[in-house]
């Protein structure tokens, strides 16, 4: 009876794993076709996205939790310079923390909705880490930079300055020739 048993079982564990083949789908590596892999994120660096940001070697969404996304952005760009709040904001009281490298993050309810980066602030301390945003739009890029970018679209009449968009999700504003400010998620701008 034993000896049933333990073949029985054998012949059912063979079973499941012949059920593992994976079909001839190749693996996440193999779809790479032979490119490199990326390098990891730089742990002093920012990158910001459309919908949300990463920090070091952590990523946030949109809707991550306030010290979470804090902690991380310190130990990437140094300590916060500064916060505070906004109760009257249209779209929702805000509360905001503001980074060296010229990024603000703004939350609703103890959670990240959205994210500026721009100039620094005159007495800014100077940055440990780099803030940066995917492709070559950066804050400071020259207009030509701006204008060629995939996804580029004046926002005509808009009441706070030369707008623009890249893309569906990320905006920004251009001063003379340079880019000045870029931004995505949740903002405060009264028109």
Known sequence: M?????????LAGAILLAGCDS????????KRGG?????????????????GMSAGPESFYFAAGQSEVEAALAKALG???????????????????????G?????QEEQLVGWNWHLPQDG???????VSLPGKVQVGSARAVLEAA????????????????????????????????????????FR
């Open 35 to 51: 490119q490199a892999q990326q390098a990891p994120p730089a742990a002093n660096a920012g990158e910001l996205r459309s919908d």
């Open 150 to 189: 995939p996804g580029f679209a004046r926002i005509e009449g808009s009441t706070l300055g030369e707008e623009f968009a890249l893309g569906q999700k990320i905006g920004g504003f251009v001063a003379g020739d340079t880019v000045e400010m870029l931004y995505a998620g949740t903002q405060c701008f």
């Open 79 to 101: 300590p916060r310079l500064r916060s505070g709040a906004n109760p009257e904001c249209g779209a929702g009281a805000l509360t905001f923390s503001d980074f060296a490298g």
């Open 124 to 130: 800014d301390a100077k940055p440990v880490g780099t």
């Open 23 to 30: 079909g001839g789908v190749p693996s996440p590596a193999g």
């Open 2 to 10: 034993k000896m049933q048993r333990w073949a029985l079982a054998a």
């Open 103 to 107: 990024l603000t993050v703004h939350f």
